[in-house]
């Protein structure tokens, strides 16, 4: 069936360094699915962070990018600089064109230590 | 924009009793989605409604979960005669349409532990 495997559950960076959470996604059905990281930052929502629904093109906010990969079915999380305020709960999720149903993985807690 | 309001935020009941959960949507937003979120099985996809009519509830569990949108500015979801298998966070969201190139709004989740 569909899934997303974010590989890592939680991960500890150091304020300044480069940070990359890993996300593949298998989608039985779907040729051309569309990507999305969100967060979800202590005692808020779960929001949007960046989408990439083009093979191929890259997603940026607030310094965090994501390439969208067909062949290898990945949409990495990465940021070069990481700040304590980025600590937060990353998911990445998947959906087909004109669907409403997000699949989420399971989530990466990170922790960037000052 | 008060974004998308979950209440309670936290709600213990227990075993057998009923549960219901609500939900605001942002104001103008068409599409509302109820999603829950465990430790096992992460964040899950239960039911959508477009323009008030309920449009795919495949995620719903069959028996005790029920959703509706008796209107524009708000959804319910109730769970008859709640498990501890029940307890989880309860997220809604809502976007301006139904498809996913728009983005959605969550609100915070209602906590429910059934004991």
């Known amino acids: 069936g569909d899934s997303v495997t974010q590989t890592e559950g939680q991960v500890t960076v150091s304020e300044s360094k480069s940070l990359i959470i890993n996300c593949t996604y298998s989608?039985?059905?779907?040729?051309?699915?569309?990507l999305f990281w969100y967060v979800r930052y202590p005692g808020e929502g779960l929001q949007l962070l960046l989408k990439v629904i083009t093979a191929g093109q890259k997603g940026s906010s607030r310094g965090f990018e994501a390439t969208y990969n067909k062949e290898t079915t990945s949409f990495h999380l990465q940021k070069a600089s990481v700040q304590e305020s980025d600590s937060a709960v990353y998911y990445c999720a998947f959906s087909s064109s004109g669907s409403w149903q997000l699949i989420f993985g399971s989530g990466t807690q990170l922790t960037v230590m000052p | 924009n008060a974004g998308v309001i979950q209440t309670p935020r936290h709600k213990v009941t227990g075993k057998g009793q009923e549960a219901t959960l609500w939900c605001e949507p942002i104001?103008?937003?068409?599409?509302v989605f109820w999603y829950r979120q465990t430790i096992v099985q992460g964040l899950e996809f239960l039911t959508y409604?477009?323009?008030?009519?309920?449009?795919?509830d495949s995620g719903m569990p069959k028996e005790r979960f029920s959703a509706q949108m008796p209107n524009q500015s708000h959804s319910t979801l109730k769970i008859q005669s709640t498990q501890p298998q029940d307890s989880a966070v309860y997220l809604c969201?809502?976007?301006?349409?139904?498809?996913?190139?728009?983005?959605?709004?969550f609100g915070s989740g209602t906590r429910l532990l059934v004991i």
């Open positions: 409604f477009r323009n008030q009519a309920p449009i795919d």
């Open positions: 104001s103008g937003h068409s599409a």
């Open positions: 969201a809502s976007s301006l349409v139904g498809t996913l190139n728009s983005d959605y709004t």
């Open positions: 989608a039985t059905s779907i040729a051309y699915p569309n």
